[in-house]
């Protein structure tokens, strides 16, 4: 009987087995090989077989022990097909879950700790190093912003073993890295980080290549790899590394880097394509936490913008009431110096003409003084409700205190201030208003001759700190209580000394509109330090 199946024949033309295909010619000289991998799965063969049983057929026991090799090969391809497949299972149940977690954040540091752990965690991809390339929002450079793994090989057994002891998830591991070691990993690997930015403008580089591309790559010598620079190469120290552009449609993310320092295990090419499967959804979340960021940027602008507003209309408002006040005052001011010069010219004329040894003198001085001030006063009200935008130029404060002192110093003299001077040497000039800050000057220590009517001690000190040139008034007089401090800002509160409540408050707008800082401090009994400090420009 012939036979249905080639099986038993040396051949010499794939023609002569229907099973063959073009390609397949080393089956026609090798029957052992071609019996398993094509007559097995043949049914003309098998109608052989049923036909030979009976016979006996001397060829039986190899087609037998031929089968059995077969049976026992493809068992064990099925084992390993069996355990791929439950670890892709496990895979791609690991990719849900961390991708669940990724994209429930919009914290980009938290969601990128999490990303890099997942890389390098025995529990996920497990290898060794991994680290972030970012676009910068100038979309100029790909610039390092992290990397996750040891530095040194005594890093990785101490950090090996502490997750060992531990037992940490793989969650756990993500939030500890996020909150207690992401500042500190990005200064640990700083030097490497800035090494490996690249300008996006340099495409011939692999990583701006790659970036390009959208396709991953495993480099399996890093230093045979063109474009790029030997120091980079020098800092990541491995020969085997991959790379994963990150994109979120046609945007440009990032890239990831990945490799085995330590251990040098071969990246295999299921190493890459996992990469690649977790890389889609990490660049999407990475891009949504960056236009979250983005978006409450603006919103923090919208916000400061919005309070700037409400600050310009509180200052509207506040100069309106101030205009009423100004026309209240300057009208009131008017209508009381005329009959006030007079006052104090008969006054002076009155005092011309009575010999100093009478004593009508006394009271006409008496009159004078109060009048002149009563007239500064007048001048005070009026100064406060003139717009006191600054005219600026450059001054010496030491003359400028000076000149001051020397203007009040028959007055100090008279109810028995001493002063001590303890002006700054060398200081740099400032741009002030003169006129404004002399004011000032003098408001103060009008106030100190009021606190000290039986005399005491006026410092007059000036100095140079933290970019700024400072005056201070220090008197040894009765001192400010708490509630007379608080409102000396307020123009036209009950008074300190005299007029101390309006002067202060006309002092505290003058230095401001210099963008400098008038401080007061005071205690009853303990005389008063007033402190006027102007930046430099």
């Not at 290898?127 to 100029?140: M, Q, T």
């Not at 290549?209 to 959208?214: A, P, R």
């Not at 009040?408 to 001590?420: A, P, S």
């Not at 123009?491 to 401001?512: D, H, M, N, Q, Y």
Request: with cysteine.
């Amino acid at each position: 009987m012939s036979p249905h199946c080639c099986w038993n024949s040396d051949l010499d033309s794939i023609s002569q087995c229907r099973r063959l295909q073009p390609g397949e010619e080393d089956l026609l000289a090798d029957r052992t090989r071609r019996i398993r991998e094509k007559c097995f799965d043949c049914q003309n063969f098998l109608r052989d077989m049923e036909e030979l049983g009976p016979q006996g057929h001397s060829d039986i026991p190899e087609l037998f022990h031929l089968a059995v090799d077969e049976l026992k090969r493809r068992r064990i391809q099925n084992q390993f097909l069996e355990s791929d497949l439950k670890a892709r299972n496990r895979e791609f149940q690991f990719l849900h879950e961390v991708s669940s977690t990724i994209q429930s954040s919009l914290d980009l540091d938290e969601i990128i700790s999490l990303a890099l752990t997942a890389i390098t965690a025995g529990q996920g991809f497990g290898l060794n190093r991994a680290i972030l390339l970012l676009v910068d929002k100038e979309r100029r450079n790909l610039e390092g912003y992290v990397a996750v793994g040891p530095r040194r090989r005594e890093d990785a057994s101490r950090i090996w073993q502490e997750i060992e002891e531990n037992r940490f998830s793989l969650q756990e591991m993500a939030q500890r890295f996020f909150e207690q070691k992401f500042a500190s990993e990005k200064e640990v690997f700083r030097d490497l980080l800035d090494c490996l930015s690249v300008p996006l403008s340099d495409s011939d580089h692999p990583f701006i290549e790659t970036l390009n591309s959208g396709a991953s790559r495993l480099i399996h010598n890093l230093s045979e790899e063109p474009g790029i620079q030997a120091d980079q190469v020098a800092a990541l120290e491995v020969a085997e590394i991959i790379l994963v552009p990150l994109k979120s449609r046609s945007r440009r993310v990032g890239l990831l880097l990945a490799d085995n320092i330590i251990n040098t295990r071969p990246i295999s090419e299921n190493d890459l394509a996992s990469l690649e499967n977790f890389a889609l959804p990490v660049s999407f979340a990475i891009e949504r936490a960056a236009l979250h960021e983005q978006l409450q940027e603006e919103l923090d602008k919208v916000k400061e913008a919005n309070r700037r507003l409400e600050e310009q209309q509180m200052l509207i408002l506040r100069m309106e009431k101030m205009a009423l006040v100004g026309k209240i005052v300057s009208h009131f001011s008017h209508n009381v110096r005329n009959p006030l010069t007079i006052i104090g010219g008969f006054a002076r004329s009155l005092g011309k003409n009575i010999p100093e040894q009478d004593n009508r003198r006394h009271l006409i001085e008496s009159i004078v003084r109060e009048t002149r001030k009563l007239e500064e006063f007048l001048n005070e009200a009026i100064s406060y409700s003139d717009d006191l935008f600054p005219t600026l130029d450059a001054w010496d404060i030491n003359h400028l205190v000076r000149s001051v002192h020397g203007e009040l110093h028959d007055e100090l003299n008279r109810v028995g201030i001493k002063t001590r001077m303890e002006m700054g040497e060398t200081l740099p000039q400032v741009r002030i208003d003169y006129k404004q800050l002399s004011y000032c000057v003098r408001a103060v220590i009008n106030n100190a001759i009021d606190a000290m009517p039986n005399g005491g001690l006026l410092t007059l000190a000036t100095y140079h700190q933290d970019q700024q040139v400072c005056i201070l008034v220090q008197d040894s007089g009765h001192g400010i209580s708490h509630d007379e401090l608080e409102n000396f800002r307020k123009p036209f509160s009950a008074p300190v000394g005299k007029t101390a409540g309006l002067s202060l408050s006309l002092c505290s707008r003058i230095v401001e509109s210099h963008n400098g800082s008038l401080q007061i401090e005071s205690e009853p009994g303990q005389g008063t330090r007033v402190r006027i400090c102007i930046p430099l420009p």
